[in-house]
């Protein structure tokens, strides 16, 4: 099976930047004086109202997995899929996790503690599993994203992914809508990530589009899709009420949510009059170690730096510093990282199926009576 090389598209990179910066102004100006506990004693009235729609950025980063990852499993074995995501998401979220947790120890915040079985909890990403809290409370979507590579890699091994992937798209919405509209269980929500699948799937489905061309099966789920998203809107709504007491009205969260795929769409439209460049590619590659390494980060570095640099120069000195550890990230440990892992990964588990199947035993000889 011949892998498919997925297109580069510039601006699904220059989209990325902009969700990653809708969360971390979501988080600064919005989430970290709003709720208890209180994460800072540094507020942005003028700016908390705008701020608040940032948390959709997950929404779009989900869209986006959804098409990308469909690729990346295009005429790959689940192993090399496996693979390819791995590398793709563990060394930059070690580095990033290490680094937030000496930040936190340094801070000595007792509101965002870290510890030494905290840290090596977190390595498996899910520590919350080992009962333990994340470094940064942004891992829960690399959760999401992980339980997701795993359901795209059972189809692939299935072959549920070559031959019935509308099938498995199907599914995945049916499950939403049983157990969002129904159902409400926390366990399945986790299991078959039910409240962000229809965003998930419309990201395949754009990608079904986008390969195959277009068929009646795939627009009929991709309307289904998109119709969930606005339904799945209001989970998302009501935790927010729930504990901050404050969320948006429907008719903004509606054009929030159909803004987020019209952006979606847009990019994928735009994106062959964009040639890729270095400068998109840095972009693309900053937007993960950012993602990762500005919550808890700015929720202790702004107020110490407030005093002297006022509260908004606090912030955006924070989102300075952490667009450029973001990028050293990327230029000094991912980028180089990446491939040489890969080629170690690729060749350990090669050796490790050779050996097992020298040592599967041969066939007994048909014994004559």
């Known amino acids: 099976m011949q892998a498919i090389v997925a297109p580069r598209i510039a601006t699904l990179d220059i989209l990325r930047l902009f969700a990653a910066l809708a969360v971390v102004g979501y988080h600064y100006f919005f989430r970290a004086a709003a709720g208890s506990p209180i994460l800072m004693d540094v507020e942005y009235p003028a700016i908390a109202p705008f701020a608040i729609y940032g948390y959709l950025g997950v929404n779009l980063f989900f869209l986006i997995s959804g098409y990308v990852i469909a690729w990346s499993a295009e005429g790959r074995t689940a192993i090399e899929f496996a693979v390819a995501r791995f590398v793709r998401i563990y060394p930059g979220f070690v580095v990033c996790m290490t680094i937030s947790a000496l930040v936190l120890v340094l801070a000595a915040d007792p509101q965002l503690p870290a510890s030494l079985g905290q840290y090596i909890a977190n390595l498996a990403i899910f520590s919350p599993a080992l009962g333990q809290p994340f470094i940064d409370g942004v891992y829960w979507s690399i959760v999401l994203e992980l339980v997701f590579y795993g359901w795209v890699a059972i189809a692939i091994v299935t072959g549920v992914f070559a031959s019935l992937r509308l099938e498995f798209i199907a599914a995945m919405l049916i499950a939403s809508a049983i157990n969002e509209g129904f159902v ?174 020298r040592a599967r035993p041969a066939s007994l000889p048909s014994v004559q009576p």
């Open 184 to 357: 409400g269980s926390g366990a399945l929500r986790l299991v078959l990530l039910t409240d962000f699948a229809p965003l998930f799937a419309l990201g395949m489905l754009t990608q079904y589009i986008h390969s195959r061309g277009v068929s009646p099966e795939s627009m009929l789920l991709a309307i289904a899709a998109f119709a969930l998203t606005f339904a799945n809107a209001t989970i998302g709504r009501d935790w927010m009420a729930a504990h901050y007491g404050v969320a948006l009205p429907n008719d903004a969260l509606i054009i929030a949510n159909a803004a987020n795929v019209a952006l979606f769409l847009a990019a994928l439209a735009v994106g062959p009059r964009v040639g890729s460049s270095a400068v998109t590619i840095a972009i693309g590659g900053l937007t993960y170690p950012l993602y990762l390494l500005h919550q808890h980060i700015g929720y202790v570095a702004i107020p110490k730096l407030a005093p002297w640099l006022g509260t908004v120069g606090a912030a955006f000195a924070v989102i300075g510093a952490m667009l450029i550890a973001s990028w050293l990230v990327w230029r000094l440990v991912e980028r180089p990282v990446q491939p040489v892992l890969k080629r170690l990964l690729t060749r350990f588990i090669d050796k490790a199926i050779a050996i097992a199947g």
